[in-house]
């Protein structure tokens, strides 16, 4: 079955500091890649996609680039801030029997200290 | 336009009883997803509805049920409570026929459910 592995955390980085979350999928086909995020006592938010191979999604400085080759899709991030501590999720879907299911990976929690 | 809600967001239950759990889509989202959230396993999904119809379910025992309503609102109810059932709740919603390659689903706040 469909599966995300995504780098074990937590990670602590300095304010300023450059992110990189690894993500690596396995799945038939051809998925839809996500990163979501969850900061403390919320829902998960989207923060970005990419719908096929070679897609780089992007938002609010974070960017994600879908490599069929790797099966991977990993977070990056050039300066993080303090408002960016959260989990983050790596997520993929395909479409199956005409249902849209989201797997996820375990999430990684970042913590930046000023 | 107003998120997803879900309601409760808190609920202590004892085990061997029954929770029902509401989520109201995004106005225009006919698409209802259900997630469960723990520290052992994550998120893993529960099921899904569109229009009203069960399209796809995840691994999970009999116990955890759910329905949708005409306005697209959706509920699970979980039966028999056991403590490994105390978990967030997360609901989600989308809009399907954006096309295949471009479906998002937006999340509500999650019910956290606590089973004594």
């Known amino acids: 079955g469909d599966s995300v592995t995504q780098m074990e955390g937590p990670v602590t980085l300095s304010e300023e500091a450059f992110l990189t979350i690894n993500c690596t999928y396995t799945?038939?086909?051809?998925?839809?890649l996500f990163w979501y995020v969850q900061y403390p006592g919320e829902g998960l938010q989207l923060l970005l996609k990419a719908t096929k191979a070679d897609d780089k999604g992007s938002n609010k400085g974070f960017e994600a680039t879908y490599r069929k080759e790797t099966t991977s899709f990993h977070l990056e991030k050039g300066s993080v801030q303090v408002s960016d501590s959260a989990v983050y999720f790596c997520a993929l879907t395909r479409i199956g029997a005409g249902s849209y299911q989201l797997t996820f990976g375990k999430g990684t929690k970042l913590s930046v200290i000023p | 336009k107003a998120g997803v809600t879900q309601t409760p967001r808190y609920l202590i239950k004892t085990r061997g009883q029954q929770v029902t759990l509401s989520c109201s889509p995004i106005s225009g989202h006919r698409s209802v997803s259900w997630y469960q959230q723990t520290p052992g396993q994550g998120l893993q999904f529960l099921f899904e509805y569109f229009s009203e119809t069960q399209r796809n379910k995840g691994n999970f025992p009999g116990r955890f049920s759910g329905r949708q309503f005409s306005n697209s609102r959706s509920e699970m109810n979980v039966s028999t409570l056991e403590l490994g059932d105390s978990a967030l709740y997360l609901c989600?919603?989308?809009?399907?026929?954006?096309?295949?390659?471009?479906?998002?689903?937006?999340f509500g706040p999650g019910t956290r459910l606590t089973v004594t």
């Open positions: 799945a038939t086909g051809y998925p839809s």
């Open positions: 989600a919603s989308s809009l399907p026929g954006q096309g295949a390659f471009s479906y998002e689903q937006y």
